[in-house]
Each structure stands twice: as C-alpha cells, then as structure tokens.
T-cell receptor, first 118, second 112 residues
Framework: GAVVSQHPSWVICKSGTSVKIECRSLDFQATTMFWYRQFPKQSLMLMATSNEGSKATYEQGVEKDKFLINHASLTLSTLTVTSAHPEDSSFYICSARGERGRGYNEQFFGPGTRLTVL | GENVEQHPSTLSVQEGDSAVIKCTYS??????FPWYKQELGKGPQLIID?????GEKKDQRIAVTLNKTAKHFSLHITETQPEDSAVYFCAARRGTGNQFYFGTGTSLTVIP
C-alpha cells in the first residue's frame, strides 16, 4: 500500500515551453503532497507543500508563478513548470503524506520525473 | 529552523561488512526520524524509521539508533550486499509539522 506515482517519468522540452508533471496517490487519499527538486548528487530540496483545496505554500526562493502547483483532488497534485529554461533541468520528486491511522507520520515518495530543457 | 547533517558523504565497504551512517539534528522538538534509500534515477524509498520515544529499532539487517540527548541518530546495515549500494538519506521532522528536513545523503558502495 501507500503507492505514489508520477507521470511522466522523463520529459525533454524546448526552452520557453511549459511542462506539467502529475503526482498521484494510488491507494490512499493524500491531503498533503510535497514537491521536491533534486540536482545530481545532491539532497532533496523542498519546493512547496500542497494541501488539497487550498493554495500551495512555497519555500523561500521558489517562484510561485514559475512553478504552478494544483492540488485539486485528494489523489492528484500537479506541478507545472512554466516557460522552462535549461536551468530548470532537474529531477522533480513528489511525495504524499499518509492518511490518519495509516502512515500519517510518513512521506511516501513518487519515482521522480527527469526534466531536461533544451 | 532544523538543520540535519549527515556523514560520511561516500562510503565503500566490502560485501559482508557493516556500514554505519550518522546524522545529527539541531531542533530538540524533532520527533520522527526516517531513513530513505534512493537508487539511481528513482525516488527515495523508506527503509526504516524511528520515533523519539524509542532508542533503537531493528528490521532484519537494518537498524537505527537514536540518542536524543546528543541529537544524533545512525543507520546500521549489517552483512552488506551489492544490492545495498545506493544513496541513503536521513531526515527529521519537527513536532507535528509537515516538513521533513533531509540530510545531504551518503553514497554507499558495496564491493563484491
């Protein structure tokens, strides 16, 4: 149980285009999801916390107009990288907090999405 | 805020030997400490966790110890196997908040 999927697993796009990444909790409802960015050989950097039905909370230094987050349902959160540039190339990982009574203290991670902007 | 430090950044061991990775944290309010294993090109997977009311937890070849007074916790892997090779991250969570604070990662290589 507690499986999180991401789609796509990898994407290559041209500079200036927008890319949407989906994060789904497959067998549980996730009121809170998190989006991370990871550069090669580095740790996970929290970008934003997404709560179902409300606006995301962005970490300091993360542009909310560039990284649009929508958490419209209890099983889906999306991250849209708008007007992508080569410096946005990275590994994006989402995670979901477990339900109450079922891994509520834990975060379950998706497999990640490799974004390459040409 | 919380600051989590992790050592070493790289670790190589012979197959069958033990591996130990250590983390320290700064916020005494942190009460949940998970360890994640990340294989190349994949998302982190939880391998073991410990809460602040426990000093040690073991799951087969993997164990975690917590010293609340010193604010450090460690991951111990015994009888290492090549498939244990991966990057390991520790994390700490403050109180009942949402945010996890991650260590900088340890790249473990098990040499056959």
């Amino acid at each position: 149980g507690a499986v999180v999927s991401q789609h796509p697993s990898w994407v290559i796009c041209k500079s200036g285009t927008s890319v949407k990444i989906e994060c789904r909790s497959l067998d549980f409802q996730a009121t809170t999801m998190f989006w991370y960015r990871q550069f090669p050989k580095q740790s996970l950097m929290l970008m934003a916390t997404s709560n179902e039905g409300s606006k995301a909370t962005y970490e300091q230094g993360v542009e909310k107009d560039k990284f649009l987050i929508n958490h419209a349902s209890l099983t889906l959160s999306t991250l849209t990288v708008t007007s992508a540039h080569p410096e946005d190339s990275s590994f994006y990982i989402c995670s979901a907090r477990g339900e109450r009574g079922r891994g509520y203290n834990e975060q379950f991670f998706g497999p990640g999405t490799r974004l390459t902007v040409l | 805020g919380e600051n989590v430090e992790q050592h070493p950044s790289t670790l190589s061991v012979q197959e069958g030997d033990s591996a130990v990775i250590k983390c320290t944290y700064s916020d005494s309010a942190s009460n949940y400490f998970p360890w994640y294993k990340q294989e190349l090109g994949k998302g982190p997977q939880l391998i073991i966790d410990i809460r602040s009311n426990v000093g040690e937890k073991k799951d087969q070849r993997i164990a975690v110890t917590l010293n609340k007074t010193a604010k450090h916790f460690s991951l111990h892997i015994t009888e290492t196997q090549p498939e244990d090779s991966a990057v390991y991250f520790c994390a700490a969570r403050r109180g009942t908040g949402n945010q996890f604070y991650f260590g900088t990662g340890t790249s473990l290589t098990v040499i056959p």
